[in-house]
């Protein structure tokens, strides 16, 4: 007992001598004993490693997917738990296999903006908690970590709106994702507040990528070529703004010369590109931090209604102003829209 409570560091109520724990060091040293993880694992039933599943999409580096990761990394060191990686194929094809991962080399799995339908998942095992990051639907037994992503849009548009801006093109997310519509009611609302009307041509299918956000605008430009350009690109995210650039400095337009373009997340990329990027501010390592805590939560307290829907936790969003956005050519400027009313914070739910 004695070499078993100094050799895992255990509290006991057992009381042994200095000199006794010196002799149980010298010997474990002189055998070069070390601990066995698997044999640790089975007596404790827990692994102490969490598992991060994601479907990475596109061929570039994913600042979101990056930022998130910063923080789950942060809080697994800070709980002293190892971080085991999945890359999925696709969240449509997969979901059945997350199931099998949760074999005993993971004791819980965060999901990273899991795309699954309404009925694309079921529970939870009762052994392995989930816990989720900008899921697209709530599922049965998952913590969902998310940001008010509508709030966000609404208060980048506002913001455009007071510096003069009027034909305001919103660059959308994949159809059907809960996220791009988020940001659609933002936008939408938005223009409603200004009484300005909403015209069907402005707001482009794009995606989540830079080759996406690059492609809608070029093709957006050869379909309206002649017609009058938007003075303000929205875009759904920072790296579907960096391929909007670039496709607007392919036909010789200047950002934000002639016309402002501003994305969402504030990704590392919107702070490194040239002129840096207007966007919506989404605490993505702190939310990447939250998840770890609350699916260690869920470890050490499962709940014991595994198919009942659980309270999101809700993010605040605030605007980072940076070179991107100007007033429109030939306007005069106006005060821009207060920061502290347009992205109101949100309470998290606990």
Same mark, same amino acid.
């Given at each position: 007992m004695s070499a078993s409570a100094v050799l895992n560091r255990s509290r006991t109520t057992a009381h042994f001598s200095a000199?006794?724990?010196?002799?149980?060091?010298?010997?474990?040293?002189?055998?070069?004993?070390?601990?066995?993880?698997?044999?640790?694992?089975?007596?404790?039933?827990?692994?102490q490693t969490i598992g991060v599943a994601a479907v990475m999409e596109g061929g570039g580096l994913n600042h979101y997917f990056l930022e998130i990761f910063s923080g789950i990394m942060a809080a697994a060191a800070r709980h002293d738990q190892s971080t085991t990686v999945f890359a999925l194929h696709?969240?449509?094809?997969?979901?059945?296999?997350?199931?099998?991962?949760?074999?005993?080399?993971?004791?819980?799995?965060?999901?990273?903006?899991?795309?699954?339908?309404?009925?694309?998942?079921?529970?939870?095992?009762?052994?392995?908690?989930?816990?989720?990051?900008?899921?697209?639907?709530?599922?049965?037994?998952?913590?969902?970590?998310?940001?008010?992503?509508?709030?966000?849009?609404?208060?980048?548009v506002n913001h455009l709106i007071a510096l003069g801006h009027r034909r305001i093109m919103h660059l959308t997310g994949p159809a059907g994702l809960t996220g791009a519509e988020r940001r659609i009611h933002g936008y939408k609302r938005a223009l409603a507040e200004a009484r300005l009307p909403f015209e069907r041509h402005w707001l482009v299918t794009g995606g989540y990528t830079s080759e996406l956000g690059r492609e809608a605008m070029r093709t957006w430009l050869r379909q309206f070529q002649?017609?009058?350009?938007? #003075?303000?690109?929205?875009?759904?995210?920072?790296?579907?703004?960096?391929?909007?650039?670039e496709a607007l400095a392919e036909v010789?337009?200047?950002?934000?010369?002639?016309?402002?373009?501003?994305?969402?997340?504030?990704?590392?990329?919107?702070?490194?590109?040239?002129? #840096?990027?207007?966007?919506?501010? #989404?605490?993505?390592?702190?939310?990447?931090?939250?998840?770890?805590?609350?699916?260690?939560?869920?470890?050490?307290?499962?709940?014991?209604?595994?198919?009942?829907?659980?309270?999101?936790?809700?993010?605040?969003?605030?605007?980072?102003?940076?070179?991107?956005?100007?007033a429109p050519p030939g306007s005069d400027r106006l005060a821009p829209a207060s920061q502290s009313d347009d992205a109101a914070d949100c309470v998290a739910h606990t």
């Open positions: 000199e006794t724990r010196e002799r149980i060091l010298a010997a474990a040293a002189e055998l070069r004993y070390r601990p066995n993880l698997a044999a640790r694992s089975l007596a404790k039933r827990r692994i696709a969240w449509k094809e997969d979901p059945a296999s997350l199931y099998d991962l949760c074999d005993g080399r993971i004791d819980g799995l965060v999901l990273l903006a899991p795309t699954f339908g309404r009925r694309g998942t079921r529970p939870p095992p009762a052994h392995t908690p989930f816990v989720s990051v900008h899921a697209n639907h709530l599922s049965p037994g998952i913590v969902n970590i998310e940001s008010d992503e509508e709030a966000g849009a609404f208060a980048l002649g017609r009058p350009l938007p #003075q303000a690109v929205f875009c759904a995210n920072d790296a579907s703004a960096l391929g909007c650039i010789g337009l200047r950002v934000p010369g002639d016309v402002s373009v501003a994305g969402f997340d504030d990704t590392l990329a919107a702070r490194s590109v040239v002129p #840096q990027l207007t966007s919506v501010r #989404q605490p993505l390592h702190e939310m990447g931090t939250c998840a770890v805590d609350r699916l260690l939560a869920l470890i050490n307290h499962p709940v014991v209604a595994s198919d009942a829907v659980l309270e999101s936790v809700v993010f605040p969003v605030t605007l980072a102003l940076r070179a991107s956005v100007d």
